[in-house]
């Protein structure tokens, strides 16, 4: 086992994390509403799926990933797998023969720890990287101050400086960025990996951490800055009455 896959199981027991995702392949109906548009200026072309009323846009031939039951999308990189962690997503895992090595135990372990979705790619290289979201309700973290407290909490607890904390500027939602090392505690055999996590007090003071972690920790910044800026989220459903 390697170090980012022995990482990835003690994933949820360091931290507070989920991934969100939907089976990749599953997505027939959903290919027929999407929309290829070609940025300004020569710019990347994109991808917007539209599904539910929650809008994911992603970079050509990113794979969109909204699930606006729970609340959330996101787009992963070509050729990724994800799955939702609800006991029916997890019931498709059975009868199916994920690429990525792994995947299905990693993916019944983050639902273990109370993920809501995970997905993960391999590298040309073999190595592997994956998202997990988590999304926790009533937490009063509804501002770029309170969740500042709450991101260098999370840091000093997974034995990160929280002074590496970095608040992001200019979101819709107040975000913010925790890097620190998986399995570096003692009993980890000195098997290491890098992660990030993305805090965001979205809508609803619901507090979602997403979770990206691989094996290349040279691509991991740019990895998770990418899936950072397809982060949509649903907006609190009316009251009924």
Known sequence: MNGRRYAAAALAAAVLG???????????????DTEETAGEGGGATTTTLNTGGLEVTAPDGWQ???APDIGIGFAVPPGWEATLLSPEGLATLAGA????????????AAAAQGGVI???????????????????????VTDAQTLRYAAELTAA??????????????????????????????????????????????PGDILWEVTVTADDAASLDGLTEQIRQTLTFAPPSEPQG
Do not use: K
């Open 157 to 202: 607890n997974n034995g990160t400086d929280p002074t590496r904390v970095t608040v992001v500027d200019g979101t819709q939602w107040p975000t913010a960025l925790v890097p620190f090392t998986l399995g570096a505690a003692s009993g980890s055999d000195g098997r290491t990996a890098e992660a990030r996590s993305v805090m965001v007090a979205g």
């Open 64 to 66: 969109p990933i909204p």
């Open 97 to 108: 023969s994920p690429a990525v090595p792994g995947f299905t135990e990693l993916a019944h």
């Open 118 to 140: 995970y997905a993960a790619g391999e590298d040309q290289a073999g190595g592997i990287s994956d998202v997990v979201v988590r999304a926790t309700p009533a937490t009063g």
């Open 18 to 32: 989920a991934t969100l995702g939907a089976c990749s392949g599953d997505g027939d109906d959903a290919a027929e």
